[in-house]
């Protein structure tokens, strides 16, 4: 719900008509795709224990959907870092270079990278057979507990699955500590504090994103054995499908006054338009 109040408020305020609030509605579309990918068969299975059947293709479906959804994130906070050093750094130069354009090219290019990158693990799972049970360890179809499930050999596949954790998380990360390097070591140069305060509340909201984002996929994707246990997969999982989704809009928007002042605009058009 609070994912689909930023995105509706961005688009309709032109207010927040900036690279930063467009990287974030995208932000938040993704975030409200992972819920909906994850929440609905979580509850099916909570609510009706021992009736959730799923078919292996709708299975494989619905891990498509979201490991491209959480695949898509990791360039986009990229580039919400690198946003951000230009702003800070190089703010003279920083509306030629994010121009509307260029945002909308890098928007465009993390979701197909997203979803074309995880094509080959949807063809190599499909290639397995599966005889050891029917019965998913999980609450959505994870991969690791998937390939539990295989009568084949996994372990090469586990190895390519960890190498492109490594390729997509760490390339992402590597220039989100750089800019960062260079944001703090700008901000720091500032003589007034006030001035250091107001740089750092720019970016202080997806620096904890970041810390929470990396942190959750760290402890689930970078291992060469993708095979953990049910229980620790299912408590990161939640983490990242539920909890991380749930407090976005808190990290985003609770110290943002142009984002507060346009969504209490936003409340009291919808309360005049249900009076009239």
Not at 51 to 57: D, G
Not at 60 to 85: G, H, I, K, N
Not at 111 to 121: A, H, M, N, Q, Y
Not at 201 to 211: D, E, M, N, R
């Given at each position: 719900?609070g ?15 900036s690279?930063?609030?467009?990287f ?12 909906t990918?994850?929440?609905?068969v979580m509850l099916?299975?909570?609510l ?10 709708s ?19 990229e580039a919400?870092?690198?946003?951000r050093?230009l702003?800070?750094c ?9 121009s509307?354009r ?19 693990s949807l063809?190599?799972?499909f ?9 998913l ?13 295989s ?10 699955f ?16 750089v800019?960062y ?11 007034s504090a006030?001035?250091?305060r107001?740089a750092f509340?720019?970016?202080a ?5 970041v ?17 953990q246990?049910?229980e620790?997969s299912?408590?990161i999982?939640l ?12 990290i ?5 006054d ?11 058009r919808?309360?005049q338009?249900?009076?009239?």
């Amino acid at each position: 719900m609070g994912n689909s109040v930023i995105t509706v408020i961005v688009c309709a305020d032109k207010r927040l008509q900036s690279p930063m609030y467009f990287f974030l509605s995208h932000l938040s579309v993704l975030e409200t795709l992972t819920t909906t990918i994850v929440v609905p068969v979580m509850l099916w299975g909570l609510l009706l224990p021992g009736v959730q059947k799923i078919s292996l293709t709708s299975c494989v479906a619905q891990l498509f959907l979201y490991l491209s959804v959480e695949t898509t994130e990791f360039p986009l906070l990229e580039a919400m870092a690198v946003d951000r050093y230009l702003a800070v750094c190089n703010p003279l130069r920083y509306n030629i270079i994010m121009s509307s354009r260029t945002c909308n090219w890098i928007v465009i290019a993390c979701w197909v990278f997203g979803f074309l990158s995880e094509i080959w693990s949807l063809y190599d799972i499909f290639q397995f057979s599966y005889c050891k049970s029917n019965q998913l360890d999980h609450f959505f179809c994870d991969r690791g507990q998937l390939l539990k499930l295989s009568c084949d050999d996994t372990v090469f596949t586990e190895f390519i699955f960890f190498l492109m954790a490594i390729f997509i998380i760490v390339d992402s990360l590597i220039t989100t500590i750089v800019s960062y390097t260079y944001i703090i070591s700008t901000i720091l140069k500032i003589p007034s504090a006030s001035g250091q305060r107001k740089a750092f509340s720019t970016c202080a909201s997806h620096f904890i994103f970041v810390i929470i984002g990396y942190g959750t996929c760290f402890s689930l994707y970078m291992k060469p054995k993708q095979m953990q246990a049910a229980e620790y997969s299912k408590i990161i999982s939640l983490l990242i499908s539920v909890v991380t989704p749930f407090l976005n809009p808190f990290i985003f928007t609770l110290r943002n006054d142009k984002f507060k002042e346009a969504l209490g605009d936003g409340v009291k058009r919808c309360c005049q338009f249900l009076k009239t």
